[in-house]
């Protein structure tokens, strides 16, 4: 079961597989059916419902109020109403809004490339985790944005992305902050975290043509096949456009 339709599952079925899979060895590990998860930045419950469909508490903290609406309508036609509950917050304020060491898995999608500071973020994330509990980050990839700039002919944003702090090409790009992985397992141990898995995520997903996808009959399977064959593979990783990782609290 993806958490999205088929099109986006190009985006998040990577990600998906690998936070499924650990929400079920830490059930074994504990020998306990429901976990309690934190969901940061989880917006409109992109994860946090499926996650609850698995039957585990979530607590979504987001800073839009309006995403929070949505997110609660999606949970309620669900039927996880009781086992998601929408916070509004952020990083800054998630130790006054989750007790430190309560918390099973802490998602962390595309958060750290808008927090003002990365660490700091991601040392209040596992703060909240029991002994053993994990982080799902998920993080804008440097080196992805490099080949993507250049196949598309701006070859000076692309350097420009080589050499610059942030991983940005100039005051016109969207995206506030990019990494390397070698900086996100860094960020990752600072945090106190154990780096347990690394995956690339949207490797081909975003050079091939929509129009391909759309059209070519079983196109979309087989480049999802592909992006999970080669998600795992260290190789790949250089030209994902995000990369994943899974981090425990040892």
Request: overall charge negative.
């Amino acid at each position: 079961m993806y958490p999205t339709r088929p099109r986006s599952a190009l985006r998040t079925a990577v990600v998906w597989e690998v936070v499924r899979a650990a929400l079920e060895k830490r059930v074994a590990e504990l020998d306990q059916p429901v976990l309690d998860v934190v969901d940061t930045g989880g917006g409109t419950g992109n994860f946090a419902v499926p996650v609850a469909r698995l039957g585990h508490r979530v607590t979504v903290v987001d800073p839009s109020p309006d995403a929070l609406f949505a997110l609660e309508r999606r949970a309620a036609e669900a039927g996880v109403t009781d086992l998601v509950r929408a916070v509004q917050g952020d990083t800054q304020t998630l130790p006054e809004l989750v007790a430190p060491g309560t918390v099973d898995a802490v998602l962390c999608h595309g958060v750290l490339e808008v927090v003002d500071d990365p660490a700091e973020a991601l040392g209040s994330l596992a703060g909240t985790l029991r002994r053993g509990g994990f982080v799902s980050l998920l993080a804008a990839n440097r080196n992805g944005a490099v080949l993507a700039r250049a196949l598309g002919g701006h070859f000076d944003d692309a350097r420009a992305v080589l050499g610059a702090a942030d991983g940005r090409w100039g005051a016109n790009d969207p995206m506030p902050r990019r990494f390397t992985g070698e900086e996100l397992d860094r960020l990752a141990s600072g945090a106190g975290l154990r780096v347990e898995s690394v995956h690339g995520v949207r490797v081909f997903a975003d050079l091939v043509p929509g129009v391909l996808v759309d059209t070519e009959p079983g196109a979309l399977d087989a480049l999802l096949k592909l992006e999970e064959a080669a998600a795992g593979q260290p190789a790949f990783h250089a030209v994902a456009t995000q990369l994943h990782l899974l981090a425990t609290l040892g």
